[in-house]
Each structure stands twice: as structure tokens, then as C-alpha cells.
């Protein structure tokens, strides 16, 4: 008899602890939630490579969605270079394409960027989209 009492209390309390588990899950999904999704105009005054920028306030933002080579030799390069299967020369020279692209289309000028749930990356630059330039 006193088994079956303990393997009902050990029932009951692996209930309780799914239950609170579903809770707390519930409790973090609304708590992103709450951290809406915002726009915001704002001067782009340098293009640093071809996937970040420079805003007016000196803050630098990765522009999500956008791949682009590195503009620098180093290993960060010679990994993209070998993924693509381009020499990290080739790779070197389309990263500056395509920095000089971004450039001739958004840099001194006005652009709207839409920023989301998560604000920076790992080296502490912004995360937004480009929504629109020029």
C-alpha cells in the first residue's frame, strides 16, 4: 500500500512541475511578444562592407537578409571563399562590388530600416532591414 501512495505523490508532483513548465513556456513566448517590431528613418553616412552600415549617430547596423564578402583578407574570407568555391581573391573582389553597390544606392542619403526582436548581433551592431532608400 505505501508504494502505490508513493508513486502517486510522484505522480502529482511530475504533473505539477509539467503544468508550472507550460506556464513559465507561456509566460516567455508573451514576453517576446511584447517587444514589437519598429521602423526608423535615418541617414546613412558610411557603407562599411556589403552588408553593414553606418547611421548618422555613429551606430553601425547589419543589414539583415543581405550576404555579403568580406571587403578584408583573413580567414573570415578564405571560409566564405571556400563555401563558395571562388579563390579568396574572386571573393575579395566581389566583396567591394558589391560594398561600392550598397554605396552608390544609400550612402548620405535617407533610409528606413525595420528593426525586430533581436536589436544586435554578437560584435554589437544593430540588426534591421533595409525597407526603403533613396
Known amino acids: ?49 556589403g552588408d553593414t552600415i553606418e547611421i548618422e549617430n555613429g551606430v553601425r547596423v ?5 550576404e555579403a564578402f568580406e571587403v578584408r583578407n583573413g580567414t573570415r574570407l578564405d571560409r566564405e571563399a571556400a563555401a563558395a568555391g571562388i579563390s579568396p581573391d574572386e571573393a575579395l573582389g566581389r566583396g567591394h562590388e558589391q560594398a561600392e553597390a550598397l554605396r552608390r544606392r544609400i550612402e548620405g542619403k535617407d533610409v528606413v530600416l525595420r528593426y525586430r526582436f533581436y536589436p544586435t548581433d554578437r560584435y554589437g551592431r544593430r540588426l534591421g532591414e533595409l525597407v526603403e532608400g533613396e
Do not use: N, P, Y
Open 1 to 49: 500500500m505505501k508504494t502505490w501512495a508513493w508513486s502517486l505523490r510522484a505522480m502529482a508532483c511530475i504533473a505539477f512541475i509539467f503544468v508550472c513548465g507550460m506556464f513559465s513556456a507561456q509566460f516567455r513566448c508573451s514576453d517576446r511578444s511584447i517587444q514589437a517590431e519598429w521602423t526608423e528613418t535615418h541617414r546613412c553616412v558610411r557603407v562599411i562592407d
Open 62 to 66: 547589419r543589414l539583415v537578409g543581405v
